[in-house]
């Protein structure tokens, strides 16, 4: 893997998106988080869909800002599942892709999984750390409620993701306005 700074990648990185933190006891950490810092519940998968379960809670109208996973090891603190960088456009999803592919990166998932239907590629940096780079991250209405489970349509490519788009996200006319310009 290489890491020359003599150019600046082509995407930029407008802020860090979300943060996902392996628990030991998931709801201990969710009263934590609900209770005492005031996030609220976005989206629960249930253990059938992650094994200890997840949780999604957010504290903006931003799907989620922290994600809570169970089963982490009795005995052992909660660590890190991964931290995402939120990017402006999906084009900037597909250049971040070809960007980390010609550095040698490798790449571990890229496209869309579920809750929060965000377009992202996901990749592991020299430490190990997991790291998500995504566009399109759902919002929380004013109404509270999350997108509904039926509309999230994984997708297991950034194409694939751009084909079948989820319902009132713009990737079409986001990635033909981006070839446009």
């Known amino acids: ?22 628990c030991v006891d998931l709801e201990a950490s969710v009263r934590f988080y609900r209770n005492l810092l005031g996030f609220q519940l976005s989206d629960r998968y ?34 890190l599942n991964h931290f995402a960088w939120e990017v402006g456009t999906i084009g900037e999803v597909f250049a971040a892709r070809e960007h980390l592919q010609a550095n040698g990166v490798p790449i571990h998932f890229e496209g869309r999984r579920r809750a929060g239907c965000q377009v992202a ?13 995504y566009w399109g991250l759902d919002q929380i209405g004013t109404n509270g409620i ?11 490519s950034l194409e694939e ?19 446009r310009a």
């Open 1 to 22: 893997m290489t890491a020359e700074m003599d150019s600046p990648p082509p995407f930029s990185i407008r802020k860090l998106g979300h943060i996902v933190l392996n």
């Open 46 to 79: 249930p253990e059938e869909m992650a094994p200890g379960g997840m949780v999604f809670l957010h504290c903006s109208t931003d799907h989620h800002g922290i994600a809570l996973v169970g089963g982490a090891k009795p005995g052992q603190r909660g660590e």
């Open 121 to 133: 590629v996901e990749f592991t940096d020299p430490d190990g750390n997991n790291v998500e780079i």
């Open 146 to 156: 999350a997108r509904p489970a039926n509309e999230w349509r994984p997708a297991s």
């Open 161 to 179: 993701a751009l084909a079948n788009p989820v319902p009132g996200q713009s990737i079409l006319r986001a990635a033909n306005s981006e070839l």
